[in-house]
């Protein structure tokens, strides 16, 4: 079975420029996780999906990131504009929505912004 | 809220030697308990989980026990190999959400 999927696997970039990150959660999971890791600050959980409608985004560092799950395949974290400090590891992770379930992460993109 | 605490690495062992991590939680209610592994340049795989108290999770080698009254989930391997090189996370889950230690490095010498 095919695991979560994640787009690029690297990106670089100048600081300003529209980065888009994508996300295919496995088939059957109806929960999905946006998580950013971090030398510093390890791993954070940027948002949470349900069904589709996004549930906590608490994590969000700030208005220049933004995350839209317009289907239950696909998600995309879009960071506009970016800046070096957003250079960091974001993986996603899906799952079902029950508890003692685990959540599946992709392989992560690596962003390094210039 | 949920905190989950762990031993900070990192972690140099022989090939053979025993493995053992330390992670305690804080937690509201009946927390599942998660130990994930990362090898490098991957994302997280779940290792072993446990749901219950005195639960014990196994995968790979690795046990850990769900220990309510200490509030405590360590992870043992009895004869660690090389190939066991990784960034080790316990993590709980008692909301859909997961909440993570900071992760231990483990490096295992031939």
């Known amino acids: 079975d095919a695991g979560v999927i994640q787009s690029p696997r690297h990106e670089v970039t100048e600081m300003g420029q529209e980065v888009t990150l994508r996300c295919k959660p496995i088939s059957g999971h109806n929960s999905l996780f946006w998580y950013r890791q971090t030398m510093m600050r390890g791993l954070e959980l940027l948002i949470y999906?349900?069904?589709?409608?996004?549930?906590?985004d608490s994590g969000m560092p700030e208005d220049r990131f933004s995350a839209k799950m317009p289907n239950a395949s696909f998600s995309t974290l879009k960071i506009q504009p970016s800046e070096p400090r957003d250079s960091a590891v974001y993986f996603c992770a899906s799952s079902t929505r029950q508890e003692s379930q685990p959540q599946h992460f992709g392989d992560g993109t690596r962003l390094s912004i210039l | 809220g949920n905190s989950v605490t762990q031993m900070e690495g990192p972690v140099t062992l022989s090939e053979e030697a025993f493995l053992t991590i330390n992670c305690t939680y804080t937690?509201?209610?009946?927390?599942?308990l998660f130990w994930y592994v990362q090898y490098p340049g991957e994302g997280l795989q779940l290792l072993l989980k446990a749901t219950k108290a005195d639960d014990k999770g196994s995968n790979k080698g690795f046990e850990a026990t769900y220990r309510k009254e200490t509030t405590s989930f360590h992870l043992e391997k009895g004869s660690v190999q090389v190939s066991d090189s990784a960034v080790y996370f316990c993590a709980l889950t008692n909301d859909y959400k997961l909440s993570f230690g900071a992760g231990t490095t483990v490096t295992v010498r031939a």
């Open positions: 937690a509201t209610g009946y927390p599942s």
């Open positions: 999906f349900n069904n589709n409608v996004p549930i906590d």
